[in-house]
């Protein structure tokens, strides 16, 4: 068997930080008329490098494997995200004084869900998508969009950027080293770049194991990030602790020459929580494998006793983190009779691996279960929202992470 090896340091990687057993890829759905496709399953073993602690899932699918051409995440179908994408280019705009003199680029555009935002503020922008259906979405919005995977050949390809953004692609590398070595590139010397992805940490406290799948090939810290950036000649000078996706992180950063731009007094707040938390001792990693079993066991009783009560369940969503987390629990229809999604790139689709099909939103209204099984458990309050008349038969609403919860 091949030694595995940090894929941001080169150390030797041994230490677990949760197994999840065999799983297929969290975006792979499959449609109706393809109900007998067999399906590949892979490893959900990830470990923690106990030199730089990054947390990390080995590659087992390319990421060309992975963001096909019909690759099934739209940006733009949580209200929530394109609220928090206004608000970011609001808060971008007045903070730095951008105007029609300079470029933005964003790095995994997607749809345009957030560059359509500076666009209107006549702002030039430029999206770096690698999946040609988003990216497509992206141009029938009057957006500029160069489709390809991000690296360093990419970066020298490309005009230089006043901000470089990139949400929750970090993650997403498989190599860490050439994007960010891209982004230290297509920066201009006097350019911020700003990153958002999932807190490690919160990810542990909160138990928000279902955001581990295959197309998730790192987790961050502030401790780990802060040492990818500088090793490229970037230096993070901000940070933010942000709602989004159960807690995440805003880093700001700039060119590690650009001395003009001084570190907030939030980057050391940070550190000492991250390090009271344990983000630096191997024990901190070892000790999340318990939780994880112990939230499996919790769902797969509530499940058993509804269906002993005759009650009937369905899930609202069908987000790769809810497909993490059906197929570690192993539940199917026996359970969760459908699932629904505003998608419809993903309606008239089984879940990958569990096979609960995928219909409209709608179909909840017709059918009354008791009990609406929340999957994207980071927009419950929108989802609540917008399903309250299930409230009016007696149904109520239930989300796994952290714990079993009823509403």
């Known amino acids: 068997m091949k030694q595995l090896t940090c894929r941001f340091c080169n150390a030797r990687l041994s230490q677990t930080f949760v197994d999840?057993?065999?799983?297929?890829?969290?975006n792979d759905y499959i449609p109706f008329s393809e109900k007998d496709t067999r399906e590949s399953f892979y490893p959900l073993h990830?470990?923690?490098c106990t030199?730089?602690?990054?947390?990390?899932?080995?590659?087992?699918?390319?990421?060309g494997e992975i963001f096909t051409d019909t690759y099934a995440y739209f940006s733009s179908y949580s209200s929530s995200w394109l609220a928090h994408a206004k608000d970011y280019v609001e808060t971008m705009t007045k903070r730095f004084g951008l105007n029609k003199s300079n470029l933005v680029i964003e790095l995994a555009s997607n749809d345009g869900y957030l560059l359509q935002y500076f666009r209107e503020k006549r702002i030039p922008v430029l999206g770096v998508e690698p999946t040609k259906n988003t990216a497509a979405a992206a141009r029938a919005k009057g957006i500029r969009t160069v489709t390809e995977f991000f690296g360093r050949d990419t970066a020298r390809k490309l005009k230089k950027a006043d901000l470089l953004i990139g949400?929750?692609?970090?993650?997403h590398v498989p190599d860490l080293n050439d994007f960010v070595g891209g982004m230290k590139i297509i920066l201009k010397s006097d350019g911020i770049c700003t990153m958002e992805f999932p807190h490690l940490m919160k990810l542990m406290e909160k138990n928000q194991f279902d955001t581990i799948y295959h197309e998730h090939y790192?987790?961050?810290?502030?401790?780990?990030?802060?040492?990818?950036?500088?090793?490229?000649?970037?230096?993070?000078?901000?940070?933010e602790e942000i709602p989004t996706h159960g807690g995440s992180l805003r880093i700001y950063g700039r060119h590690s020459a650009n001395k003009d731009i001084k570190k907030t007094k939030r980057i050391d707040a940070l550190i000492r929580k991250e390090i009271v938390f344990g983000l630096h001792k191997t024990e901190t990693y070892t000790k999340f494998s318990e939780k994880v079993k112990k939230t499996k066991q919790a769902f797969l009783k509530f499940l058993i006793e509804a269906?002993?009560?005759?009650?009937?369940?369905v899930g609202y969503g069908a987000p790769a983190k809810g497909n993490t987390f059906l197929n570690y629990c192993g539940v199917r229809t026996d359970f969760i009779d459908y699932t629904v999604d505003a998608s419809p790139y993903k309606q008239k689709h089984f879940l990958?691996?569990?096979?609960?099909?995928?219909?409209?939103?709608?179909?909840?209204?017709?059918?009354?279960?008791?009990?609406?099984?929340?999957?994207?458990?980071?927009i419950k309050?929108?989802?609540?929202?917008?399903?309250?008349?299930?409230?009016?038969?007696?149904?109520?609403?239930?989300?796994?992470?952290?714990?079993v919860t009823i509403q």
């Open 307 to 313: 269906k002993k009560n005759g009650k009937s369940i």
């Open 51 to 63: 030199k730089c602690w990054l947390v990390q899932l080995p590659e087992h699918r390319t990421e």
């Open 352 to 378: 990958p691996g569990v096979r609960i099909p995928i219909y409209e939103p709608e179909r909840i209204a017709k059918t009354h279960p008791d009990y609406v099984l929340i999957l994207p458990w980071n």
């Open 218 to 239: 790192s987790y961050f810290s502030f401790l780990t990030v802060q040492k990818v950036f500088a090793k490229h000649g970037l230096t993070l000078f901000d940070v």
């Open 167 to 171: 949400n929750n692609v970090l993650a």
């Open 381 to 403: 309050t929108e989802v609540m929202e917008q399903m309250r008349a299930v409230r009016k038969w007696g149904g109520k609403f239930v989300t796994a992470i952290p714990r």
């Open 46 to 48: 990830v470990f923690v």
């Open 20 to 26: 999840l057993g065999l799983s297929p890829v969290a």
